[in-house]
């Protein structure tokens, strides 16, 4: 059983809190636009880190993350992307792996709106958690909680960080 802790979208902005939410986490998954390789070594300083770089994400980020991560965590397949889309509407660079080889579990950040959506098609559950930072549109900071157990995710838990003006 892993207990994940999951971010996107922080854009260079830390968080002290990040590291009470993600006290409890096995990993730290972040699916994208770090803003810098600071936030990326504070965060593999509390737990191991699994991520992607993001399209704000610069040369450090891009030789040390993927633009695509497929891996396995405990028995869920899980493919994670900064740009993805969502169920019935992936994006254009995503479409041919999804549909060739449906994860599990697909993550995926960039839109800094929180989802959580199971795609009934691919048998997956798709998740974005929105955006931890305060660059951008969205008005609450959002991280994402969430247990995989054997072939079970479970637990799973939004949490609102507060507004961005509250920073």
Not at 25 to 32: F, P
Not at 69 to 86: D, T
Request: hydrophobic letters at 35%; glycine letters at 10%; a neutral charge.
């Amino acid at each position: 059983m892993k207990r994940i802790g999951l971010l996107s979208d922080t854009h260079g902005y830390w968080d002290d809190r990040y590291t009470k939410y993600f006290s409890e986490c096995d990993e730290i998954w972040h699916a994208g636009d770090f803003g810098s390789s600071e936030i990326a070594d504070r965060l593999s300083a509390l737990k191991p880190l699994r991520g992607v770089f993001g399209n704000i994400d610069g040369h450090d980020l891009r030789m040390r993350f993927s633009e695509k991560y497929r891996f396995k965590c405990e028995e869920v397949e899980v493919l994670m992307k900064h740009i993805g889309g969502y169920p019935g509407h992936y994006d254009p660079s995503i479409r041919g792996s999804i549909f060739a080889r449906p994860p599990k579990l697909f993550i995926s950040g960039h839109s800094h709106i929180l989802k959580v959506v199971y795609d009934k098609t691919l048998g997956c559950l798709h998740i974005n958690p929105g955006a931890a930072g305060i660059s951008g549109f969205h008005k609450v900071r959002t991280l994402v909680r969430f247990t995989i157990d054997g072939t079970e995710i479970k637990d799973l838990e939004v949490i609102e960080l507060g507004e961005k003006r509250n920073c």
